[in-house]
C-alpha cells in the first residue's frame, strides 16, 4: 500500500529522455503503435499516455521506497538516543534509568544494525523475496491511472496553432530548409522542436543534421538550426501559457495597470507568477510602484521580480548551506527556513564546548560587511526573541507529553542569552559609547556567546572594525554558488 507521505519522485525525469528510452524500446515503440492506432489524437496522445504511466510508476515506487526509508531512519534515531542514553548514564558512574536493563544495550545494537542493513537494501527491507506490489488490486490500480490521465495530461493538446504562427513567420530560405527536413526525417525533426532541455534539443539536432547529412547544404543546415530554435521557443511558450488560460488569469487581476503588465509581459516569469501566485504578485507589484517603478514599465516590473528571486534563492541556500557546513555546532535550537526576509538572527545553536552560537547569513556578491543588524542595534531584542520562542517550543512539546525533559544545555543557552540581553540592556544606557562594543563583546564572552557572519553562498572575506570589536567573525561556509538565469530556454 502506498505510504501517506508523497514525494514525487517521477517529476524529476526529463521528458526528452523519456521520449528517447521510449523510442529505442522495441515493446515501448509497439504500445505507443498500438494506442496511436486507436485514439484519434494519434502518437501525440499515444507518447503523453506512456509518460504519464511511467512518471506515475515512479511516483508510486519511490514512495514506497522512500516512505520506508524515512520510516526507518525515525527508528534508527529512536535507537540512537536509547543507546546514547544508557553509554551517557553508564560512563558517568550512574545508575541506570529505571526499568532499563544492561542487555537491553545490546539489544538496541542488534536492532540498530538491522536497520542499517535493511536501509542500504531497500527493496529487501520493504518486501524481501516477495514480488513489489503496488496496489492490491491491479485492475483498480490501472484504472486510477487512466483516470488520472483524462483528468490531467491525457486533454493536453499541443499548441498548434502558436507554432504554425512561428512558422509563418519565418524568413522564406528557413521555410523552405524546415520544409526539406520535414520531407525528409519528420519525426527527428520534430523531436529537436519538442526537446523540452537544452541538452536534449542539442543531442536531437545532432542527431537530426547527422540523418540530413549530404541531403542538405551547410546553409540550410544553418537556417535549419535557427528554425529549430525559433519554433522549440514558440512551442515552449505555447505549453506554457495558452490564449485562454491567460484570458482566465488576467480577469482574476484587479488592478488594469497590472492587468497590461502581465497580459505583455514575459511568459516565463511575469505570467506564471500571475498564474501560480497572484496574491504575491500583487504584492510585488505594490512594492515595485512605492519605489517609485511606472505603471506601464513592464520591463522594469520584470527585471524586479527577478532581482527579487534571485535575492531570496541565494538567502535561502545560504542558511541551508551554512547550517549544513557548520560543523562545530552540534545543535542548533534555531534551523534554516525558508522565511529569509523575517527580521532576527537566522541560525542559533550551540558548539560542542557549550558555546551559543548566534549566525546571520550573507550570501550575496559583496566582499565586505559594514552592518549586521540582527546582531548590532538589534541584538538585545533578538536575544529575547529567541529565548522566548524557544522557551515556547519546550512548552509545546511538554504539552504534547508531559514526559518529555528539555536536554539541560538548552535550557542553559537560554538562561545566558536572557541574561545578555538584560546585560546589553544596561551597557546601552550606562557608560560611554566608545566602549560599548568592547563592553558588549565582554559581556557575551563571559555567558559564553558568539556573534557570527557567515557567507555560504556569497564571498564575504571581511567584515568592519566596528563589527569586529564587537566580537563578530567570518565563518565562510561554502564557495560562491551561480545561479541560472530565470527565464525560457
Known amino acids: 500500500m502506498t505510504p501517506p507521505r508523497r514525494f514525487r519522485a517521477g517529476r524529476f525525469l526529463d521528458s526528452a529522455a523519456v521520449h528517447a528510452a521510449a523510442d529505442a524500446n522495441p515493446r515501448l515503440r509497439r504500445f505507443m503503435r498500438t494506442v496511436a492506432g486507436h485514439s484519434e489524437a494519434g502518437e501525440v496522445r499515444s507518447r503523453r499516455l506512456l509518460e504519464h504511466l511511467i512518471r506515475r510508476i515512479v511516483d508510486d515506487v519511490g514512495d514506497l521506497h522512500l516512505g520506508n526509508a524515512v520510516s526507518r531512519l525515525e527508528r534508527i534515531a529512536v535507537l540512537r538516543e536509547n543507546i546514547a542514553s544508557i553509554l551517557d548514564h553508564v560512563l558517568d558512574g550512574r545508575p541506570l534509568p529505571e526499568g532499563t536493563q544492561v542487555a537491553a544495550l545490546g539489544e538496541y545494537f542488534d536492532q540498530l544494525r538491522t536497520e542499517m542493513r535493511d536501509l542500504s537494501r531497500p527493496r529487501d527491507g520493504i518486501v524481501g523475496d516477495a514480488p513489489l506490489r503496488l496496489a492490491d488490486d491491479a485492475a483498480a490500480y490501472a484504472e486510477s491511472l487512466l483516470r488520472d490521465f483524462e483528468a490531467g495530461g ?63 547544404t551547410p546553409d540550410e543546415l544553418a537556417r535549419l538550426r535557427t528554425a529549430v530554435d525559433d519554433l522549440g521557443r514558440s512551442r515552449s511558450r505555447g505549453l506554457q501559457m495558452s490564449e485562454a488560460r491567460l484570458a482566465e488569469i488576467l480577469a482574476r487581476i484587479a488592478d488594469p495597470d497590472l492587468r497590461a503588465v502581465v497580459a505583455s509581459g514575459d511568459v516565463w516569469l511575469t505570467q506564471q507568477l500571475a498564474a501560480h501566485n497572484p496574491e504575491a504578485l500583487a504584492t510585488l507589484w505594490q512594492r515595485f510602484r512605492d519605489r517609485g517603478g511606472r505603471a506601464d514599465d513592464g520591463p522594469g516590473f520584470r527585471s524586479y521580480l527577478r532581482h527579487d528571486m534571485v535575492t531570496y534563492g541565494r538567502g535561502v541556500l545560504g542558511e541551508y548551506s551554512a547550517a549544513f557546513s557548520l560543523s562545530s555546532i552540534e545543535l542548533f535550537l534555531k534551523g534554516p527556513d525558508a522565511n529569509v526576509k523575517v527580521a532576527g538572527t537566522d541560525l542559533v545553536g550551540i558548539g560542542h564546548d557549550g558555546w551559543a552560537w548566534l549566525i546571520d547569513d550573507k550570501s550575496h556578491r559583496s566582499t565586505s560587511v559594514s552592518g549586521v543588524s540582527a546582531l548590532t542595534e538589534n541584538l538585545a531584542t533578538n536575544l529575547r526573541r529567541d529565548a522566548a520562542d524557544f522557551r515556547d517550543g519546550i512548552a509545546r512539546l511538554q504539552r504534547g507529553d508531559p514526559g518529555f525533559t528539555p536536554d539541560p544545555r538548552i535550557l542553559d543557552a537560554i538562561l545566558r542569552m536572557e541574561d545578555a540581553a538584560a546585560e546589553i540592556d544596561r551597557i546601552n544606557r550606562r557608560g560611554s559609547a566608545a566602549t560599548r562594543p568592547a563592553r558588549i563583546s565582554a559581556a557575551l564572552a563571559e555567558r559564553r556567546l558568539r556573534l557570527r557572519v557567515t557567507s555560504a553562498a556569497g564571498e564575504v572575506r571581511e567584515i568592519s572594525q566596528a563589527l569586529r570589536d564587537l566580537g563578530l567573525a567570518v565563518e565562510r561556509t561554502g564557495t560562491p554558488v551561480p545561479l541560472p538565469p530565470i527565464g525560457g530556454r
Open 154 to 216: 491525457g486533454r493536453h493538446v499541443e499548441p498548434a496553432a502558436v507554432v504554425d504562427d512561428a512558422f509563418r513567420a519565418m524568413p522564406a530560405n528557413r521555410k523552405a530548409a524546415v520544409r526539406r527536413a520535414a520531407e525528409l526525417e519528420p519525426q527527428a525533426l520534430w523531436r529537436a522542436v519538442a526537446s523540452e532541455t537544452e541538452g536534449g534539443k542539442r543531442a536531437a539536432v545532432a542527431d537530426l543534421e547527422t540523418r540530413l547529412g549530404g541531403r542538405l
